[in-house]
């Protein structure tokens, strides 16, 4: 952001201490201001979670440059107005939207690669991510679902497809810059404002600043393997007995997540990719119990639409949206045969629901839990409990109270649950103060705020 472009920013200030003049903003913006009345607005409101669909912002600013983000930061400081940062509107929360100021970064999404680090804007959707930088050999490490902006995922530490050998998305990160509560364009690293850059890495978002673009250093890309394998309920216990075996422990090269589901049947599945042969993949599923297996061998960029659940790039962004509840935990240790039966009878249950088992290890638990803000480094998996429509929330709740005397309270702030007290502890642990003192210092006054900050 050059100084005429701060200066257009700070034009608004006269203003101060008026009703929210919206012309003026919207004059000051390169981007798009949607208000309500205008004929786009039920769309602009829109996050990918149907339960929000009752949220009334006040305006829905899409943010063309870094400029835009300070001055909507700018105008909604001085009348008072709430900021709703958002990238892809994959909040679990619905922290994306709200009855201020929603500030879209979706514009921002070039992807610029230079000698290895690839800059990404921060309203790009992974798969976009994927897509442009697979055309040069290279990716980043980060999640499955195609939609997901890459500010949320990497903001709360980016569990990911290929953590196991590249370690959290955080993990590659290289710089992040964010315009503060004071609306000025920072840049964060490792030599500049280290400790924000620290909290930035698994701090999550929305507390700090309203990030606008990421450099990441990728890794170089090949074809891979990719495998599902799929069992009758009543294989259940010996299949998550194996695999939480198996998973965290397997070679880096390795990930798999772990499906037991009632939506709308009853189902048990892993699936994995493998950054290797198809033989030596097929090698390291033996032991399994017989199931029906599918593994196939496939470009990287088709590997990374496999575990998104489509086919096309069209296709991937094209996704329906969903009504949902969740919540999540980390296990430290493997599940007693007692925690595992626990577990299969709460899939078991009447309804529509799913528990996601991510396998960690590797790559992500050679980093100290205090070298970022990013807590859960020696946990073996998180498990997300997932469930659609009617009685979503209250299955969520009681699978997840039922299982937290069991593996103990922990949980990922990529997943936030409201219903959680405690959660400041449950999200970043023994990390929880130093984020707090960082906030500070970055954001005296508290103006970035929601209910689970830090």
């Known amino acids: 952001m050059d100084r005429r472009e701060f200066l257009s920013a700070a034009a608004l200030a006269p203003f101060a201490g008026a009703a929210p003049d919206w012309a003026a903003l919207d004059r000051t913006l390169k981007g798009r201001l949607v208000r309500p009345g205008d004929a786009s607005y039920a769309t602009a409101k829109r996050v990918f979670n149907v339960a929000f669909d009752n949220a009334t912002p006040r305006a829905v600013a899409y943010c063309a440059s870094a400029a835009d983000v300070a001055a909507c930061v700018g105008f909604a400081r001085r009348h008072g107005l709430a900021v709703h940062p958002r990238s892809g509107g994959h909040s679990y929360a619905g922290w994306s939207t709200g009855s201020g100021l929603v500030v879209d970064v979706s514009q921002l999404k070039a992807v610029k690669l230079t000698g290895g680090l690839a800059t990404v804007g921060a309203g790009a959707k992974l798969i976009d991510v994927y897509a442009t930088l697979g055309r040069s050999g290279v990716s980043i490490p980060a999640g499955s679902c195609p939609t997901v902006g890459v500010a949320g995922l990497t903001l709360g530490g980016g569990i990911g497809v290929v953590a196991r050998r590249y370690g959290l998305t955080i993990d590659v990160l290289k710089a992040v810059s964010l315009v503060t509560a004071g609306g000025k364009l920072i840049t964060a690293t490792a030599g500049s404002h280290p400790d924000l850059f620290w909290a930035l890495r698994g701090g999550g978002g929305g507390n700090f ?246």
């Open 209 to 454: 600043g309203i990030a606008t673009s990421f450099t990441y250093q990728t890794h170089p890309v090949q074809d891979v393997t990719v495998f599902t394998m799929r069992w009758p309920w009543s294989q259940a216990f010996a299949v998550v007995k194996k695999w939480q075996k198996w998973a965290p422990a397997a070679p880096d090269a390795l990930w798999s997540n772990l499906h037991l589901s009632q939506d709308p049947g009853r189902s048990v599945s892993v699936t994995g990719l493998y950054l290797g042969s198809r033989s030596r993949c097929e090698a390291l599923l033996k032991g399994f119990p017989p199931s029906t297996r599918t593994v196939k061998s496939l470009s990287y960029l088709q590997a990374m639409y496999f575990m998104a659940g489509c086919s096309t790039l069209e296709a991937c962004h094209t996704g329906p949206r969903d009504r949902f509840s969740a919540s999540s935990h980390f296990a430290y240790a493997e599940m007693s045969d007692a925690t595992i039966r626990a577990l299969i009878a709460q899939v078991g249950r009447a309804g529509r629901h799913t528990v996601l088992i991510d396998a960690l290890g590797g790559a992500v638990g050679r980093v100290a839990p205090g070298a970022t803000a990013f807590p859960h480094r020696k946990a073996l998996f998180s498990l997300q409990y997932y469930a659609h429509f009617d009685g979503a929330s209250a299955w969520v709740r009681s699978a997840r109270d039922s299982m937290t005397p069991r593996l103990g309270r922990h949980a990922y702030v990529n997943y936030p649950d409201i219903a959680l007290k405690d959660y400041k502890d449950q999200y970043y642990g023994a990390n929880a103060a130093r984020l707090a003192a960082v906030k500070k210092v970055y954001d005296p006054t508290g103006f970035f705020r929601h209910p689970q900050g830090v």
